[in-house]
């Protein structure tokens, strides 16, 4: 540690920080007493131990110690390794070149005693005993042995495949008259519930047949969209609420409505009688966010079921990259095995379907007529030019893929003899293998070539799950399957499908540590319910470093970004410190961030410790790799990557006002989403889109960083005072303020804000506004540089609160080239360096790299003529509706606001819309409405357009004034105002934005 610039001690053992008896004389050890200054903040890094006993020593020599060390006046703060390694110099080898950057991470994410103490009793996973069952069972089915109570919050702590949603259609049949609320957060997993249930899916109902449905089933994303106002439900039931509660306050997909959806959630469940959440691994974290909306003096109702559906064989393995488990894979399908493979990576079940459906052709020497085929070919060609430009829809939509099959059952030895892809006609691969004895045929083996049948293959992920195939597919998933060879699933068929039939011989589950814990890795391994052997392999590690995992600091640093936000776009502190939500929200919000962070930060043995929980049987089966599996996998990735530019560069032309109908909808076909995203490359970049440019566009990540370099490029927008330090800051831009302001006035929920000015204010304190300057006017710098030298000065010193901000460690050891490489590439530019000097006094220049420079500032130019032009129209438009409101109020002598209305956040419990008026008896007002827009539909059916839109939501409303001239609205809305203003109020509630639209 000391090599990596961290002032350290080692203890000869984790007892001898302190001397003397507990609870009597126990004290810092004398030898550490020279260094206890007070206020000086001491950190305690013990081993990482997984045996029980151990962890228990452990923990209570730290504690101990770290009283000691506070008694002298000093601090101290406990951070804990991720494993696997056990010890700091076991941790720090393994890491190579990260280790420095990564150990800072684990520092800077210490915990204070407290919290230390608190996070050793209150695990992860699992409820603690705050929570004592109030009937405890072990049995295969819940439905059989218990009974749910008529009223209160019941939490069901049961196994996957334990009857619980039994338990919950049992409860129906005995409540037909009652009204039932199925909630979710996938919708393969609420249409699976809804036939069980015997609910109406909300996305199959009309405004009329939701008011009068009685047993709904809808997702999370969707509740905000219900009439709440007098609608109570007898009973609520969500299923796996854990993730159910993870995806509501950390999903992208409910970041628009999460405020309202919070609001209708908190109607609903505290009106209910019955309220009923059920999860196999239920937590403390879930049951306090659903205890917090239910009456405060209520208890919840803990039915706790002890049986555990493992007792399956687990094969284990070790290895740091999946390369022998996807070669087990194919090694099944070849033997003629049928076989599911779960994976938390979309990417990986793409790589893994395509490489799969690569037919080959293998030419090899024979001992005897006992050889397969090699799992892979390792000679796929990655030129574009060379792969299909279209595929067939059954294809795209999660239709079979195609992998010959074997011809015998038997086992056989490796293959030594090249394998090459072979193209037919149409650039399509052969459908044929050849096996061809090239040598002596000492055995008398005959010639063979030999045309095998296909396998069948369907892969389910978010990009064709919506498909009218796949719908069909997942609505009868135990038959559907009976006709593959494979079936291979994302985190999209992670919940709510079961499998209960036989028919896979083998499981194969593959992580990649990136976005699910233990448990979501669990319930996909799960969904297929016959025990039959399971592979797992799990990352050894999370690809992009380790994360947060203390709950207090994350809370602590969102609160003091908010708030330097709101100072720096001129937003009272007070208000602007938090956002609306709820103090119970933000608690979870940062506790299940922390929890899954801790989870995902060591998933290999967080998910073997939870399958050895389960009653599973762990079989190790060694660490070893398949480089031609590897080098399959990698050549899938590409030939996909490529594909993919040549799609969305080759694709049609669509207008902003499709687009903006497009993003509106939950399912879009391939060509649908390859147009949509080339119209965003196109009117972000302002260039023609080519494969080039969607590969550097990476998914929007590069004009992201464009934007970070135009912000940090700009001059200031004056100077801030802050009146409680009197200290001065530089006022960020107007192009960053006004996106603040923008998102908090869109967005009430803190967790959901950008804070991109203060992202702005900490790049500018560390100087990066003055050295990028000097960069892009073609200044070189060393190293020795004067503000390089400052701002790793300053960078070091606020190492917290750049990894906080700008979301990168800054090591001990920090290097000035090393930091502005990293703070440069964000911005989406790179460095290049040359040498001058003789020979061993040479110094290295370092200059921006003029390519990724000039394509930079054409896209900032292109963005900043876009503000112009939307200024100018805007203008425009004021005019224009100054002129036409004048010409109303003489023509009509009605005058329509002449500012928007604005009103807090909706809550969503609005009321039912009332019955109306009599259009017909108003003929006379709509004739003197009609505008003069060319258009010949009549202003009554424009006006009743409009008013069954505000039946169906902003969205609708959205689309329809788009279809208008601007004439045609504002008409339509000034009728609305003469004929049903109840009406227009609430329009005006549902759209604070609602008049700038009509300008638009």
């Known amino acids: 540690m000391l090599s990596l610039g961290f002032a350290a001690i080692a203890l000869p053992g984790i007892w001898n920080g302190r001397v003397g008896k507990k609870d009597f004389d126990e004290r810092l050890h004398p030898d550490l007493l020279p260094m206890a200054q007070k206020g000086r903040k001491f950190i305690i890094l013990f081993d990482y131990e997984t045996n029980p006993f151990t962890r228990w020593s452990v923990f209570q020599a730290t504690l101990r110690t770290g009283k000691a060390i506070e008694a002298v006046g000093s601090a101290c703060e406990v951070a804990q390794l991720p494993g696997m390694e056990k010890g700091v110099d076991d941790f720090v080898v393994a890491r190579g070149d990260d280790a420095s950057a990564l150990l800072t991470a684990i520092i800077d994410d210490a915990k204070t005693l407290t919290d230390y103490q608190r996070s050793f009793y209150l695990s992860h996973r699992g409820l603690s005993n705050k929570y004592e069952p109030h009937i405890r069972v072990n049995v295969k089915y819940l439905s059989g042995s218990v009974e749910l109570p008529e009223s209160g919050l019941v939490v069901l702590d049961s196994d996957m495949g334990t009857g619980k949603t039994e338990l919950l259609s049992k409860w129906r049949d005995s409540h037909p008259q009652s009204r039932f609320l199925n909630n979710g957060h996938r919708v393969n997993l609420l249409k699976n519930l809804a036939n069980r249930l015997k609910t109406e899916m909300y996305s199959d109902l009309g405004y009329t047949g939701l008011a009068k449905a009685t047993a709904l089933s809808i997702t999370i994303d969707s509740l905000h969209k219900l009439c709440t106002d007098s609608l109570t439900y007898g009973c609520v039931f969500i299923d796996e609420a854990c ?153 795209r939509s999660g239709g079979t893929s195609q992998l010959p099959l074997k011809t015998d059952d038997k086992k056989t030895s490796d293959i030594n003899q090249p394998a090459a892809l072979i193209l037919d006609k149409w650039g399509q691969p052969s459908s044929k293998i050849v096996v061809e004895d090239r040598g002596s045929n000492k055995q008398g083996c005959p010639h063979l070539s030999t045309e095998r049948p296909s396998l069948r293959i369907w892969a389910i992920h978010s990009e064709n799950s919506g498909s009218e195939e796949n719908v069909t597919f997942i609505k009868d998933i135990t038959n559907a399957v009976k006709s593959l060879d494979a079936l291979l699933a994302s985190p999209s068929l992670g919940t709510g499908v079961d499998i209960p039939e036989y028919h896979f011989d083998a499981v194969f589950g593959v992580f990649h540590a990136v976005s699910q814990t233990a448990t979501e890795c669990a319930q996909q391994l799960w969904r297929y319910r016959p025990k039959v052997p399971i592979h797992v392999w799990v990352a050894p590690r999370p690809p992009f470093g380790y994360k947060d995992t203390n709950a207090t600091k994350i809370k602590e640093r969102l609160l003091q970004t908010n708030e330097m936000t709101a100072f720096l776009i001129r937003i009272d502190r007070k208000t602007g410190r938090r956002g609306a939500e709820k103090d119970w929200a933000l608690d979870a919000y940062c506790q299940i961030m922390a929890s899954r962070h801790q989870s995902i930060n060591n998933l290999r043995a967080d998910l073997r410790n939870l399958l ?169 710098v060393t190293a020795l540089d004067p503000d390089l030298v400052r701002m790793t000065s300053i960078a070091k010193y606020c190492a917290s609160h750049v990894k906080a901000i700008l979301g990168f460690t800054v090591p001990p050891k920090c290097k000035p080239m090393w930091l502005l490489g990293v703070l440069v590439e964000q911005l989406g530019l790179k460095q290049v360096c040359h040498k001058v000097g003789p020979r061993g006094k040479q110094v290295k220049y370092y200059r921006l790299k003029q390519e990724e420079l000039d394509f930079a500032l054409a896209v900032m130019n292109h963005r900043a003529n876009k503000r112009a032009f939307k200024e100018e129209r805007m203008r425009q438009a004021a005019e224009d509706q100054a002129r036409y409101q004048a010409a109303i109020q003489t023509r009509y002598g009605v005058a329509p606001p002449t500012y928007p209305r604005i009103h807090p956040p909706p809550n969503s419990i609005v009321p039912p819309l009332g019955e109306g008026v009599d259009t017909e008896s108003e003929n006379a007002v709509f004739e003197d409405f009609n505008p003069e827009d060319g258009d010949p539909t009549p202003i009554r059916d424009s006006v009743q357009q409009l008013r069954s839109g505000i039946k169906h939501g902003v969205d609708a409303i959205k689309d329809i004034l788009q279809r208008w001239s601007e004439d045609r609205r504002w008409c339509a809305v000034l009728l609305l105002e003469k004929i049903a203003a109840s009406e227009l109020r609430m329009l005006e509630q549902m759209m604070p934005q609602f008049y700038t639209w009509l300008s638009l």
């Open 612 to 780: 050895t929980e389960m009653g599973n049987i762990i079989i190790p089966v060694g660490a070893e790799e398949n480089k031609l599996a590897q080098e399959q996998l990698k050549n899938a990735g590409i030939a996909l990557d490529a594909a993919y530019y040549t799609a969305v560069a080759s694709s049609n032309e669509i207008s902003a006002t499709e687009y903006r109908q497009r993003t509106s909808k939950d399912y879009l076909s391939p060509e649908e989403i390859f147009e949509c995203e080339k119209f965003r490359i196109k009117d972000a970049y302002g260039m023609e889109v080519t494969s080039t440019l969607v590969q550097k566009d990476n998914s929007g990540k590069l004009i992201r960083a464009i934007a970070d370099l135009e912000a940090i490029l700009s001059e200031p927008d004056g100077r801030i005072v802050d009146p409680n330090t009197g200290s001065e800051y530089p006022a960020p831009p107007t192009l960053v303020a006004e996106k603040d302001r923008s998102e908090r006035l869109k967005m009430p929920l803190c967790m959901d804000w950008g804070n991109y000015s203060a992202s702005w204010l900490a790049r500018f304190n560390l100087g990066l506004h003055g050295i990028l300057k000097r960069l892009v006017a073609g200044v070189e």
């Open 243 to 395: 993730q159910y509660l993870s995806h509501l306050l950390h999903s992208k997909t409910c970041k628009e409505h999460r405020a309202e959806i919070l609001e209708v959630l908190e109607y609903i469940v505290y009106n209910a009688p019955l309220v009923v959440i059920a999860d196999a691994h239920m937590d403390d974290v879930t049951v306090n966010f659903f205890r917090a909306m239910r009456p405060p003096e209520e208890k919840p109702f803990i039915i706790k079921n002890e049986w555990k559906n493992g007792d399956r064989p687990i094969y284990w393995y070790e290895g740091d990259n999946s390369s022998a488990i996807v070669a087990q894979i194919s090694a099944a399908l070849m033997r003629g095995e049928k076989v599911m493979v779960p994976s938390d990576s979309k990417r990986f079940i793409k790589k893994l379907e395509k490489s799969l459906s690569m037919r080959v052709v293998v030419e090899a020497s024979i001992a005897d007529c006992n050889l397969q085929p090699p799992p892979f070919n390792d000679n796929i060609s990655d030129d574009p030019s060379q792969l299909p430009q279209k595929t067939d829809d059954k294809k």
